[in-house]
């Protein structure tokens, strides 16, 4: 089983559809969680840390259910620029993962006029 | 304030080959990490620097090394190349080993 799982898509969604991708992990030891987006051949970017109490950024909310070790990315009123690679990340904070980022295989996004 | 870069952007190399990729963090950041990206898959985390030493290793071969110099830059070092580390490797830079990692651009190395 893969550490950090996601649906890769892809998905195809109209401009102003709120589309949302689902990723879960494996290492109950996970303390940080991210969403980074990467555009084609381009770096990762951070697009957003998780928080526990969810967190929401403009037209992005994220949430983290660590009973059920899952994270979730909600994108409403989608634009052209938004289409890109979106990589679940976590971290293990403390041990011998201490700073070792685990990156889900990516959900690819769409965005169409 | 110039953020993590990376040289060379793009290398072709030979199977057997030796590569040396290099990486400068962002200012103010500590400690380094390498990953692999291949095609259509995440980053890999390959290992991870802090004062010098490498601190943790991902599960990749001994033909994977590198060293990070007293200004925090690094270089990851791969020999006896196969076609299969034809791959995007990222370095990121981070304030401390569990801070928030910030991505360089990439190197794209391909092997043939």
């Known amino acids: 089983r893969k550490e950090v799982e996601q649906d890769p898509g892809p998905f195809n969604v109209p401009e102003g559809a709120t589309v949302a991708f689902n990723c879960t992990y494996s290492?109950?030891?996970?303390?940080?969680f991210f969403w980074y987006r990467q555009d084609c051949r381009k770096e990762p970017k951070l697009l957003m840390s998780v928080y526990s109490s969810g967190n929401e950024d403009g037209r992005f909310t994220a949430q983290l259910n660590r009973a059920s070790q899952y994270i979730s990315l909600l994108i409403r009123d989608s634009k052209l620029s938004d289409s890109a690679t979106y990589l679940c990340v976590v971290n293990v904070a403390g041990g011998t993962s201490y700073g070792k980022l685990t990156f889900g295989q990516g959900t690819i996004l769409t965005v169409h006029p | 304030d110039a953020g993590v870069t990376q040289s060379p952007t793009h290398l072709i190399k030979t199977r057997g080959q030796q590569v040396t990729l290099r990486c400068s963090p962002k200012s103010g950041h500590d400690t380094v990490s390498w990953y692999q990206q291949a095609l259509g898959q995440g980053p890999q985390f390959i290992f991870q620097?802090?004062?010098?030493?490498?601190?943790q290793r991902g599960n990749f071969p001994d033909r994977f090394s590198g060293h990070q110099f007293p200004n925090y830059s690094s270089e990851l070092n791969v020999n006896a190349l196969l076609l299969g580390d034809s791959a995007l490797y990222l370095c990121?830079?981070?304030?401390?080993?569990?801070?928030?990692?910030?991505f360089g651009a990439g190197t794209r190395l391909s092997v043939l």
């Open positions: 290492n109950s030891a996970s303390q940080s």
């Open positions: 990121a830079s981070s304030r401390d080993r569990g801070g928030i990692q910030y």
């Open positions: 620097y802090y004062e010098e030493e490498e601190r």
